[in-house]
């Protein structure tokens, strides 16, 4: 997966086993982030032509690199990695 070292980083800082982040974290950069954290959007969100409005890309243009979690919480705890709270 694509990720960043400050992302690594940050992800080694918080405790997290490097080798459940390198199979589950991804950074994102320009449209990418969009496409990651907009996907869910109802249509009406988008133009006929399938873009995005504009109100919603202005409100998130101040993002301009992130990383994305894969992998529910769900197969960490099922493999012994970690716990699911309610």
């Known amino acids: 997966m694509n990720l ?6 940050e ?4 405790g ?5 982040i390198l199979l589950n974290v991804r950074s994102l950069l320009g ?6 954290l907009l ?7 988008r133009r ?6 504009f109100g919603y890309l202005r409100l998130y243009a101040h993002i301009t690199n992130a990383w994305w979690v894969s992998g529910p919480a769900q197969r960490l705890a099922a493999d012994g990695l970690g716990t699911v709270e309610a």
């Open 4 to 9: 960043e070292p400050h992302h690594l980083q």
């Open 11 to 14: 992800w080694l800082n918080s």
């Open 16 to 20: 997290v086993d490097e080798k459940l």
């Open 31 to 36: 449209d990418e982030i969009y496409e990651y």
């Open 39 to 45: 996907y869910a959007l109802p249509q009406t969100a």
């Open 48 to 53: 006929n032509d399938g873009r995005l409005r």
